[in-house]
């Protein structure tokens, strides 16, 4: 099992990016996938998830509008739109897999976890 992250970037405050998880080795049919970020000397954050299993998507009160997690099943990449961000919402974003297909803010409940990618919002 394999997740990469990819897509981080510096943007601007008020911007917009999208982030990917390219997922090997797993079926997005059988594996909640959530995003999670974690800042500079602070534990990882619940963003994000999706679970096909009830064709839901969930989010945290603070990213609720702005973010939108979607799939491509056939390409197994889960993908996280950010618009509007803020600077604090710089960090290391984290895609990670959990079975059964079920999400949850969590982190301990996930197995199998990507590398990260870097995102900074800054002028």
């Known amino acids: 099992v394999q997740l990469v992250e990819s897509g981080g970037d510096l943007v601007p405050p008020g911007g917009s990016l999208t982030i990917s998880c390219a997922t090997t080795?797993?079926?997005?049919?059988?594996?909640?996938i959530g995003w999670f970020r974690q800042a500079p000397g602070k534990g990882r954050e619940g963003v994000s998830c999706?679970?096909?299993?009830?064709?839901?998507?969930y989010y945290v009160d603070a990213v609720r509008g702005r973010f939108t997690i979607s799939s491509d099943n056939a390409k197994k990449i889960v993908y996280l739109q950010m618009s509007d961000l803020k600077v604090e919402e710089s960090g290391v974003y984290f895609c990670?897999?959990?079975?059964?297909?079920?999400?949850?803010?969590?982190?301990?409940?996930?197995?199998?976890w990507g590398q990260g990618t870097q995102v900074t919002v800054s002028s």
């Open positions: 999706l679970s096909n299993s009830d064709l839901r998507t």
């Open positions: 990670a897999a959990r079975s059964p297909n079920k999400c949850g803010w969590y982190d301990g409940f996930y197995s199998y």
């Open positions: 080795g797993i079926s997005l049919d059988d594996y909640a």
